[in-house]
């Protein structure tokens, strides 16, 4: 097991993620950003990538119905940019789950 996995009893290991969904235009991606940024420095046990859905061949999830969207762990937790201590908060209690 890697810094980047959480074992569930019963099941095999598995990374703690996030995906920041960004696209060109969006006005509010720049803030998408710094709070990748945050979220890499601060939890660096957590996988956090961008993915900008303007570049040719990106997909997005079905939960992902505009940007910025946060998804966590493939679940959907924030539709525009959250509050940075709460997302620390999520990222850290995500990343506990054992």
Known sequence: MNA????????P???TRLDIYV???CTTCAESARLAAVAADSCPEIDV???HLSESGAEAPDVVVAVP???LNDAMV???NPDEGWLLAELKEASSTK
Not at 4 to 11: A, H
């Open 4 to 11: 980047t996995d959480t074992e569930f009893p019963g099941g």
């Open 13 to 15: 290991a598995i990374p």
């Open 23 to 25: 696209a060109d235009g």
């Open 49 to 51: 990538r961008a993915v």
């Open 69 to 71: 969207t946060f998804v």
């Open 78 to 80: 924030s539709l525009g």
